[in-house]
């Protein structure tokens, strides 16, 4: 079996937009985009209530049908979330990028192997078949960051000094532009509404052991690996236990809070939600 050690999410401000959840030989972690436009539903956020609602179906679906392969999951949840925000909705959307989206990481034990899913910036740290650990999952979203940090970095290199808001205000029209480009041909694919983007998941397997280990991530958790350089893959999946779990925490959230941070650091948000999820196969291979 599948065993959970550590399932965590630490939201900042005041709504998480993240979700952990798992069920079976499955486990995840969704992390919920924020919105950057008028607001579809009566909730605190868009993005919270689809990662909470499509953490929920994807235990109700797996639990209804355990062998149903991943890609037909996903695109059953994304059929449904699309159903839910139909009859929850108080507008509806002017745009399909208005529509809530969130990234997306499972580790499913299936057919005696462990499969990686991923969809935009949440990831997978395992060994590799060499022994090595590193990060799985890869996404054109990657790149189409990497302009908008770009951009970021040229606005703070002319005013340190600026304000974060006044930072994403400057950025807004190329967040907007981003946004237009999701669930696309040509663009990023992103768990959400559009069952369609289940056909366009990462997705790998690699051998099963006993004892293997896995830690699924949110972006904003990654950060201490992705963006600052303070942990490694390595670290991630030696995480035991939630005071272990609670010090990375602490740590990500000193380097976010450091007074010259979003200088040397570049990033939209000064600070996000972290989720980590770390299990354990217990099986005998």
Not at 168 to 181: T, V
């Amino acid at each position: 079996m599948l065993k959970i050690e550590i399932a965590v999410s630490d939201g900042q401000g005041s709504v998480n937009e993240d979700a952990v959840g798992h069920h079976g030989n499955a486990a995840w972690v969704i992390d919920g985009a924020t919105g950057i436009g008028a607001s579809l539903l009566d909730a605190p956020s868009d993005a919270a209530w689809l990662a909470q609602t499509a953490s929920r179906l994807l235990g109700e679906v797996l639990a209804q049908s355990p062998d149903l392969p991943t890609v037909e999951v996903l695109r059953t949840v994304m059929a449904r979330c699309a159903e839910a925000l139909e009859r929850e909705q108080v507008r509806p959307a002017d745009w399909p990028h208005e529509h809530p989206s969130a990234a997306f990481a499972m580790v499913r034990i299936i057919d005696g192997e462990a499969e990686f899913t991923t969809l935009a910036d949440c990831r997978v740290a395992a060994l590799d078949e060499a022994g090595n650990a590193q990060l799985f999952g890869v996404s054109t979203l990657d790149a189409i960051e990497a302009r908008t940090l770009a951009a970021a970095k040229a606005i703070l290199d002319a005013n340190p000094a600026v304000t974060p808001e006044a930072l994403k205000a400057q950025l807004m029209p190329g967040l907007r532009a981003n946004r237009s480009l999701m669930n696309r041909e040509g663009g990023y694919w992103v768990l959400g509404t559009e069952p369609a983007a289940a056909d366009h998941v990462w997705q790998v397997r690699v051998p099963l052991r006993a004892g293997q280990r896995f830690a699924i991530a949110s972006d904003g958790f990654l950060r201490l690996v992705e963006l600052f350089g303070a942990a490694t893959p390595a670290d991630m999946l030696a995480i035991s236990g939630a005071g272990d779990a609670a010090g990375w925490i602490e740590r990500l959230r000193d380097l976010e809070r450091q007074p010259d941070s979003l200088r040397r650091f570049t990033r939209v948000k000064p600070h996000d939600d972290a989720s980590l999820v770390v299990c354990i196969w217990e099986g005998t291979h």
